[in-house]
């Protein structure tokens, strides 16, 4: 009995070796030159570099980021508790939004599109953000939407030149630099200020 087993299992092996040797690939006529290379079941996979971005926070902290999510800080300087020590934004830019846009539009004219790409050409920070504001007439939910949109109108012209615009925002009215009694003071009021950071 235990004959019989040993037999069929030695009989399956070597079934199963003929049926290998009949897959491989065909032996090069002169075998003692060319060695026998399978390329049975092989694949190439290349391998990718990864190159880190970077980006400015509104906070002005710069980080590096791999395409595989991992991130940190550009600063090497921290405080004692850990935190980086970050570059700080200054207002570089104040634009009247009444220069540039027409009455409750967020449509920038082909002069004031060409003013501000000008700015950002000459000014020579890492990042920016842009944030926008009005007056106080029309409703809060309004002026936040039409302030933000202006924002985002003045960040798109800086992206094309090659800005590197971190934030976008819109204020609306919450954030006034004179009152909103006098048309003089709401025309200081309807603006959009680009803070750089250096």
């Not at 996979?45 to 595989?68: N, R």
């Not at 504001?133 to 924002?151: G, Q």
């Not at 006034?176 to 003071?185: D, W």
């Amino acid at each position: 009995m235990a004959y019989r087993i040993t037999k069929a299992i030695g009989a399956m092996a070597l079934a199963a070796l003929a049926g290998l040797s009949a897959a491989a690939p065909a032996v090069a006529e002169d075998a003692e030159k060319t060695p026998f290379i399978s390329t049975q079941n092989t694949r190439t996979i290349k391998g990718e570099q990864y190159i880190p971005g970077i980006w400015v926070d509104p906070d002005g902290c710069e980080h590096w980021v791999m395409d595989d999510g991992v991130e940190g800080y550009m600063s090497p300087h921290v405080t004692r508790k850990g935190i980086p020590v970050c570059r700080r934004a200054n207002t570089c830019g104040v634009m009247n939004t009444d220069q540039f846009f027409a009455t409750d539009s967020y449509r920038i004219s082909k002069h004031g599109q060409a003013r501000i790409a000008e700015f950002f050409r000459s000014a020579s920070a890492v990042g920016y953000v842009i944030a926008g504001h009005t007056d106080s007439r029309a409703s809060d939910e309004y002026n936040i939407k039409l302030s933000y949109n202006r924002a985002l109108a003045v960040a798109k012209v800086a992206r094309s030149v090659g800005a590197n615009i971190t934030d976008v925002r819109g204020y609306g009215e919450r954030m006034p630099v004179a009152s909103n009694k006098t048309a003089q003071g709401m025309a200081k009021n309807r603006r959009v200020e680009i803070l750089c950071f250096r």
